[in-house]
């Protein structure tokens, strides 16, 4: 019956596509969705406390994503007087964890102000350094202004991307939006081997099938002229509150370069963003209205291929005009709606909020009403389309959740079972969404970062604060330790680079106690002390570890069964579970490639970035010291691991091209070209872009 339901509602949606009428009534469409709801014993008063259990699961409960949050601020917060700081944007500085999202990321220019030119006087004593940039409005839609350039700090001046994207108006100096993005998309190309492309106000790139969105931002310490309806806006069910907006409000806005679609001249024109505004936004919202937001955003996934089929593009709805659907919803409704009995009705509210706007053909920017968001993109025979669908999704009930989903394996079976984790599985749950190391953060600046991680771990006061600040004081020692080692290359005399080693293998003590063992070992083994590098790969090797790595489910057994068993329902502090209990996959990048073994430059200077999983790596690096030390026979017990471990459900070849390479390696090692063909061969077919195993492969075939 699922399967000739969904048939009819693709036929249904086919009728839309062409402008034909539907075959079937819409007695006919009720009919079977009646017969389906019946078979899972389904109805309205009991799907939306189902369907906050299947978010809470999926997404994470309101302790987990408080979790997140807190890693986002000690993150932003130890690295924010740097000469550039990032925010995380997108589903992850929201605090989502959705494997389909995309990363974003803002990187914001600290040596670079913005006001207003009658506020010049208004800004802080230390903005007398900065390079200075006046907001004119002229000639712009709303959100939207160009830059003049009032004063140009004494470095700002001698920078390529800045100083090429300068263009003279009259006796007046602009800054170009298009000129400064290009100029970041240029740079990249030339010293990366991942492809940029412009992409908004954003250079993007792809990695591991996800694109990475960066955009370059300034920061305006005034509050923009167009959005002050929204500080006196009448707020009848206060929210947002007044605190918040004035916080909001102080901390003046962005500057990102992108001009306004609409417009015929988009060369001057940069795009005011409230990125940091509407992440304060998203934080303040209560859990059962996050998990709306959520549900949402799956909704948007659900229907892109239909976006596609019946439209011609996946794009006319984007998750940016949700999340502005989301902040109306919730400021002109009672709280009281918005708790887990309600999850599907306040879904529904949301849906019809978006049908409305599309109805009218104005979606209006939430801080900036006068910016319609639909002028770029939803008009015309579109719109119309778009319009049918959404009122026929809207019509199919919660079925509009499964369109292109496997039913049964997703709404069907947890909305029936309800999906109820047991406890023991919601605490390592709980755990594994706090080991996850954040990427974003690999390398950092030192400068007094160090110094706040420390402030951070003095105030904290809970065992997950504790545990958030303690792993980012090791982080911060880590870089210390990659910035050392590559002093220790430049360093003139013994007694010098003595010194140096002496500090890092001080420092690299403490990488045990947060599980990061790749690193460690790799210290040993670069500073030629096999006998503790062997000893940290026997331990990765023989001791039981929960390996947090990529496409993991939640309802793995097999994968949390032993971590429940050992380290679950005991009150182990999380600090006592990340060091006896957990190891993660580690990045090394060209940053940190003075801790790589030369074995595998090629590979990290090709791909930018290699993710190398714990237990391949410490048999690699075993192998290889045992080949150093003589020891043949061992060398090639560990050649025969290496092969199993190939096969590993989590950290194997299926998974990390890597493991295949490392394979090869070794094969080549002994003296074994076919077999090292061959697994150079399998590492190219797993990944077959920035992979120098094709070259690999030539020079043995060459070396015949």
Not at 24 to 45: C, G, K, W
Request: charged fraction near 20%.
């Amino acid at each position: 019956m699922t399967e000739k339901y969904l048939a009819i509602v693709k036929e249904h949606f086919e009728h839309i596509k062409w402008g034909l009428p539907c075959p079937l009534t819409e007695r006919e469409i009720y009919e079977v969705r009646q017969t389906v709801e019946s078979r899972f014993n389904i109805n309205q008063d009991n799907i939306s406390p189902r369907l906050a259990q299947i978010l809470d699961d999926q997404h994470g409960t309101e302790e987990i994503v408080n979790n997140r949050r807190k890693e986002l601020f000690v993150d932003h917060y130890t690295q924010r007087d740097d000469c550039d700081h990032s925010v995380l944007g997108g589903s992850s500085g929201d605090g989502f964890a959705m494997k389909f999202s995309d990363f974003d990321q803002m990187e914001i220019k600290n040596t670079v102000v913005v006001t207003y030119p009658d506020q010049i006087h208004l800004l802080p004593q230390h903005s007398a350094a900065k390079t200075i940039l006046l907001m004119r409005p002229d000639g712009c839609g709303p959100g939207y202004v160009k830059l003049q350039i009032a004063q140009i700090a004494s470095g700002e001046g001698t920078v390529d991307i800045f100083q090429n994207a300068i263009i003279p108006v009259r006796n007046l100096l602009f800054l170009s939006s298009d000129l400064y993005r290009q100029g970041y998309v240029d740079f990249f190309n030339a010293f990366t081997p991942e492809v940029h492309v412009s992409n908004g106000p954003c250079y993007t790139c792809a990695h591991h099938g996800h694109s990475h969105d960066i955009a370059n931002a300034f920061t305006c310490v005034c509050w923009p002229r167009d959005a002050n309806e929204w500080i006196h806006r009448t707020r009848l069910h206060g929210w947002p509150t007044q605190t918040m907006v004035h916080r909001i409000v102080q901390a003046g806005c962005h500057l990102v370069p992108v001009g306004d679609k609409c417009s015929t001249d988009t060369l001057l024109q940069w795009r005011i963003s409230f990125a940091c505004a509407e992440q304060l936004l998203i934080h303040s919202l209560t859990h059962s209205q996050f998990r709306v937001y959520g549900l949402l955003k799956y909704f948007l996934f659900q229907i892109k291929e239909l976006l596609e089929h019946i439209i011609g593009d996946d794009d006319i709805l984007c998750s940016y005009f949700l999340k502005t659907v989301i902040f109306y919803a919730v400021e002109n409704s009672p709280h009281l709606l918005w708790n887990g009995n309600h999850t599907f009705v306040c879904f529904r509210f949301c849906l019809s909020i978006l049908i409305a706007w599309v109805k009218s053909g104005y979606c209006p920017n939430y801080f900036i009403r006068g910016n319609n968001m639909f002028l770029r993109k939803g008009h015309g025979e579109a719109r119309q389309k778009l319009l049918h669908l959404l009122i026929d999704l809207y019509n199919l009930n919660w079925m509009c959740l499964s369109v292109e989903s496997n039913f049964e394996a997703y709404i069907g079976c947890y909305v029936q079972n309800g999906s109820l984790l047991s406890k023991l599985r919601s605490e390592c749950v709980r755990d594994v969404s706090l080991f996850i190391e954040p990427k974003r953060l690999r390398n950092h600046h030192i400068g007094n970062s160090l110094y706040k991680t420390l402030e951070c771990l003095y105030a904290a006061r809970t065992d997950i604060d504790i545990f958030i600040a303690y792993r980012a004081v090791v982080r911060h020692l880590y870089s210390t330790v990659v910035n050392l080692l590559n002093e220790y290359n430049n360093a003139r005399g013994n007694k010098q680079k003595f010194i140096i080693l002496k500090k890092c293998s001080t420092m690299t003590k403490l990488f045990k106690q947060v599980s990061m063992c790749i690193p460690l070992a790799s210290f040993y083994y670069l500073t030629g002390n096999y006998s503790k590098t062997l000893r940290v790969c026997r331990e990765m090797m023989s001791s039981f570890r929960l390996f947090v790595g990529r496409g993991v489910l939640v309802n793995d057994d097999r994968y949390f069964e032993p971590y429940e068993r050992l380290y679950c329902g005991k009150e182990y502090t999380m600090w006592h579970k990340l060091k006896e209990g957990v190891y993660f996959f580690f990045t090394f990048c060209q940053e940190n490639i003075i801790l790589c073994p030369s074995h595998l430059h090629m590979e990290v200077i090709r791909s930018f970035e290699v993710d190398i999983p714990p237990l391949p790596y410490a048999i690699f690096l075993s192998f290889l010291c045992y080949h150093e030390l003589g020891d043949l026979r061992r060398r090639d017990t560990e050649l025969v691991n290496l092969r199993a471990a190939n096969y590993d459900p989590y950290q194997g070849g299926h998974d990390y091209w890597i493991v295949h390479t490392m394979l090869g390696i070794c094969y080549q090692t002994v003296g074994d070209k076919r077999r090292a063909i061959r697994s150079f061969t399998d590492s190219l077919r797993v990944k077959p872009d920035g992979n120098p195993a094709k070259e690999r492969i030539e020079a043995l075939r060459s070396s015949r």
